[in-house]
Nanobody, 119 residues
Framework: QVQLAESGGGLVQAGGSLRLACAAS????????MGWFRQAPGKEREFVAS????????VYADSVKGRFTISRDNAKNTVLLQMKSLKPEDTAVYYC????????????WGQGTQVTVSS
């Protein structure tokens, strides 16, 4: 079992920055795949970024490449999402998720944190 808790959301103006954090318990973040997803009102949840456990491999959605950075803080067992040059279309609830290497689906989810970008 993996428990996840997001923090760091809030209201920011377009062009601003926010850093989201996902604190994990039950497993170390270096032993599982960790991902960030988001869901805007009226839209389906979409992939944002992921970081693979043992071999640090990162993947980003095209819409956030060059603006968002996913990273791990192993000492704090936390995954971070640094978001820069935020746009109103980045407004969504952001979710942290985890999956074991043997799973094709993310099976553990946090409760989400709201990010609102004003124009």
């Amino acid at each position: 079992q993996v428990q996840l808790a997001e923090s760091g959301g809030g209201l920011v103006q377009a062009g601003g920055s926010l850093r989201l954090a996902c604190a994990a318990s039950g497993r170390t973040v270096s032993s599982v795949d960790m991902g960030w997803f988001r869901q805007a009102p009226g839209k389906e949840r979409e992939f944002v970024a992921s970081i693979r456990g043992a071999v640090i491999s990162v993947v980003y959605a095209d819409s956030v490449k060059g603006r968002f950075t996913i990273s791990r803080d192993n000492a704090k067992n936390t995954v971070l999402l640094q978001m820069k040059s935020l746009k109103p279309e980045d407004t969504a609830v952001y979710y942290c998720a985890a999956r074991t290497y043997m799973s094709s689906n993310y099976t553990y989810w946090g409760q989400g944190t709201q990010v609102t970008v004003s124009s």
